[in-house]
């Protein structure tokens, strides 16, 4: 005879399994068990941030000593490993640490094939046909936290990030219609400027910002342009994104061209610190921060 206890455990276990179900449907056929989250590799910076916004720490990145220059935040406790380079991590170190899922950018690094030789894989993208990467980011995140069987921290982390970007828009109310630049430089010579199609121009749209940069822009939403070309940028605030480049910046900014530009005869420009144009909720998160710091409450 059964007890009742038993039939009822059977029954919600039963109706657990039919709610995941289209989870694990879509699931490649290696992930239809949950992943062990603590053995986790992030062959990129974009999933890196995913596993973050989730709670995962993960094993072990490629390339971290460039993450702490690029990105910045979120920061990565000391005993995540690193696996070298994000165009060729060593498959083989890889291999010997026996990861449970390996996260990657979706065309960028190794092969798919190679990274399923080691274990499961999952690709994300950072934008698309749609020209937003935000929203790609987010589907994303659903997407990594049904994998993982995280569907509630997922949930929970897009409606905090909703309504701390809401709680920022008062911050940038009284600025009118000025608009900004996000710039970085790549050489004494060349810019990377940020614009439309870019994670930071929707970030800025939710905010109420104008961005000073109409001009044309990649897949990524930059644009490689010679300095010359910001003596366009007229009644601006232009902030520089620094990556551990002060001899550049010293370097492109003491020439008579840069100090002739409109923004820094009128004191508009700031040099501010790193955030990972490429990323998604957190960098969206950190990129309000470091405009608060700069900008908010300032007309």
Same mark, same amino acid.
């Given at each position: ?8 455990? #059977?029954?919600? !276990? ?18 239809? $068990? ?5 053995? @986790?590799?992030?062959? =990129? ?14 094993? $072990? ?5 460039n993450y702490q220059i690029w990105v910045n935040?979120?920061?990565l406790p000391d005993s995540v490993i690193d @696996? ?11 291999? +010997?640490?026996?990861?449970?899922? @390996? ?6 690094? &190794? ?17 698309? $046909?749609?020209?937003? &990467?935000?929203?790609? /980011? ?16 997922? !949930? ?6 909703? /309504? ?5 828009? &008062?911050?940038?109310?009284? !600025?009118?219609?000025?608009? *900004? ?19 930071? +121009? +929707? ?5 109420? *910002? ?17 300095? =010359?070309?910001?003596?366009? @940028?007229?009644? /601006? ?10 001899? #550049?910046?010293? +370097? /492109? ?11 820094? !005869? ?34």
């Amino acid at each position: 005879m059964h007890n009742p206890s038993d039939l009822f455990l #059977t029954r919600r !276990r039963l109706l657990a399994a039919l709610a995941l179900s289209p989870v694990l449907f879509n699931l490649p056929p290696a992930l239809a $068990a949950l992943p062990d989250s603590r053995r @986790i590799i992030a062959l =990129e910076w974009l999933p890196i941030e995913l596993l973050m916004a989730l709670g995962i720490t993960p094993m $072990a990145v490629a390339d971290r000593p460039n993450y702490q220059i690029w990105v910045n935040e979120p920061k990565l406790p000391d005993s995540v490993i690193d @696996i070298g380079l994000r165009t060729e991590p060593n498959l083989e170190f890889m291999a +010997q640490l026996k990861p449970s899922l @390996i996260v990657y950018s979706a065309g960028y690094g &190794p092969s798919e094939e190679k990274i399923k030789r080691i274990a499961p894989g999952m690709g994300f993208p950072f934008n698309d $046909a749609s020209g937003k &990467p935000l929203d790609v /980011a987010r589907r994303s995140l659903t997407e990594l936290g049904d994998a993982l069987g995280m569907q509630h921290e997922a !949930r929970r982390h897009l409606s905090e990030f909703d /309504a701390y970007i809401e709680s920022m828009k &008062p911050r940038f109310a009284n !600025r009118g219609s000025r608009p *900004l630049l996000l710039m970085s430089f790549l050489d004494n010579r060349h810019v990377l400027v940020v614009g439309k199609h870019s994670l930071f +121009q +929707q970030i800025m749209d939710l905010l109420g *910002l104008e961005n000073a940069w109409l001009g044309e822009t990649n897949f990524w939403g930059t644009a490689i342009v010679g300095i =010359e070309r910001l003596a366009e @940028i007229k009644g /601006a605030d232009v902030l520089c994104l620094e990556h551990n480049d002060n001899a #550049t910046i010293e +370097q /492109a900014t003491s020439t008579p061209l840069w100090r002739a530009m409109p923004f820094i !005869r009128e004191g508009r420009f700031q040099r501010v610190p790193a955030v990972w144009l490429y990323g998604a909720t957190l960098s969206s998160m950190h990129f309000t921060r470091v405009l608060d710091n700069a900008l908010g409450g300032k007309a």
